[in-house]
Nanobody, 121 residues
Framework: QVQLVESGGGLVQPGGSLRLSCATPGFTLADYAIGWSRQAPGKEREGVSCISSGGGSTYVDSVKGRFTISRDNSKNTVYLQMNSLIPEDTAVYYC???????????????WGQGTQVTVSS
């Protein structure tokens, strides 16, 4: 059974930082791309970032320069470092086992349960 477990969410003030983790106990991380998406209340889910099995990465424009995705295959974990957070980043963040397509984007296939990120003073 494919399993992805997100953690690291919470309440942070504007300008603060959080690091999200996506653990993959059910499969070998090294073989797959992993994407992060988020869904704010009343909005559609949007892709935020993705990292290929080879380490290539993509970011949505709104987070470029603030978020960094990385992976540690030895720990079967992908990270999303989020800096300079703004209220518009408030959402439930999901990681997904994904397909890396065309060398530049992810198609999510299997989702985790999500972790809440709230940016507020």
């Amino acid at each position: 059974q494919v399993q992805l477990v997100e953690s690291g969410g919470g309440l942070v003030q504007p300008g603060g930082s959080l690091r999200l983790s996506c653990a993959t106990p059910g499969f070998t991380l090294a073989d797959y791309a992993i994407g992060w998406s988020r869904q704010a209340p009343g909005k559609e889910r949007e892709g935020v970032s993705c990292i290929s099995s080879g380490g290539g990465s993509t970011y949505v424009d709104s987070v470029k320069g603030r978020f960094t995705i990385s992976r540690d295959n030895s720990k079967n974990t992908v990270y999303l470092q989020m800096n300079s957070l703004i209220p518009e980043d408030t959402a439930v963040y999901y990681c997904a086992r994904s397909s890396w397509v065309g060398g530049s984007r992810c198609l999510p296939n299997d989702w985790g349960q999500g972790t809440q990120v709230t940016v507020s003073s």
